[in-house]
């Protein structure tokens, strides 16, 4: 019985609806095949964590070959603080530990799972920094309501105020290395020379991309 959940939250990969900032350089096709990518490298890089039970926290249901329908659990209205703290309040209902990404950080090392699961054992929560100021991951073993409370999103000084709440409820955390999201052209162009480099990190990805570059 695997001991966490790992929450991958994620859109529904359609045209129009994912990787907004993408879409003038790409096309909404291209965004949206990009972001199908992205869900289906996280989603095989999470079932690789023998300790971890995979869910896809999506804003609509859909369904692919590559997860089962009871997978699938829809996110609640609200802000991304209010989103978080009801999916990881639940997970924390069914397993000890629980840990969400988002599924715009295409090759993240199964390794910085490894590290947040480990960092767990003695910690009361994990981050994981993100290039922009933010956090790509988080992981708790009690999640209080209001812990996520009233922190200002997508902003370069994020992860210093959920660190800065964390610790006003008296919670030890831990932050592992850093990672990127892949939202706009800068992050897109540090994506392709990472797969460049290393195509098996993300290798749906990294397939896409070749073949995108193709047919330039």
Known sequence: MPEAIVCIFAKPPEPGSVKMRLIPELGAERAAELAEAFLEDTVAMVRTLDWAECIIVATAAFERSYFKPEEVWLQSEGDLGERLEKVLRLALKRRPIVLAIGADTPGLP???????HRALVTADAVLG???DGGFYLIGLKDCPVGLLEDIQWSHSA???ATVAKLDQFGMKT???NPWFDVDGHE???RLRRQLA???SAAPKTAELLRSMSEKQ
């Open 187 to 189: 992050d897109f162009e």
């Open 110 to 116: 199964a390794a910085y799972m490894e590290s947040a």
């Open 174 to 176: 831990v932050l592992i």
């Open 197 to 199: 480099n290393d195509p």
């Open 129 to 131: 920094p993100s290039l």
């Open 158 to 160: 994020t992860l210093a």
